[in-house]
């Protein structure tokens, strides 16, 4: 079964910059497409980036610029490297994974995907 770790996650302070890493073991990520997510406080869970399987990238209006999500296939990891932080970026992120390759119009929905990492939590404040 795959199994997705988070790690990274780290107080910084607006504007800095954080990079988060999901460590896959159990399956070779290259077929599967990976969503990276976030949840803040009292809010609901929303998708932030995406891998597609063939290596296209998605990413959310709202942090569309600023993060940028890449794989290394050989180290069978994806990362989430995200500058110019906001303190709305503040949330624990997950890093998701389905396999194949998903439409445009699911990368970021989270019920597509049905394995996930534990978390990790990223706090902007100064």
């Known amino acids: 079964q795959l199994q997705l770790v988070e790690s990274g996650g780290n107080l910084v302070q607006p504007g800095g910059s954080l990079r988060l890493s999901c460590a896959a073991s159990?399956?070779?990520?290259?077929?599967?497409?990976i969503g990276w997510f976030r949840q803040a406080p009292g809010k609901e869970r929303e998708g932030v980036a995406s891998?597609?399987?063939?290596?296209?990238?998605y990413y959310a209006d709202s942090v569309k610029g600023r993060f940028t999500v890449s794989r290394d296939n050989a180290k069978n990891t994806v990362y989430l490297q995200m500058d110019s932080l906001k303190p709305e970026d503040t949330g624990v992120y997950y890093c998701?994974?389905?396999?194949?390759?998903?439409?445009?119009?699911?990368?970021?929905?989270?019920?597509?995907?049905?394995?996930w990492g534990q978390g990790t939590q990223v706090t902007v404040s100064s």
């Open positions: 998701a994974a389905r396999f194949g390759r998903l439409s445009a119009a699911g990368v970021l929905r989270e019920f597509i995907y049905n394995y």
């Open positions: 159990g399956f070779g990520l290259d077929p599967y497409a």
């Open positions: 891998s597609n399987s063939d290596g296209t990238t």
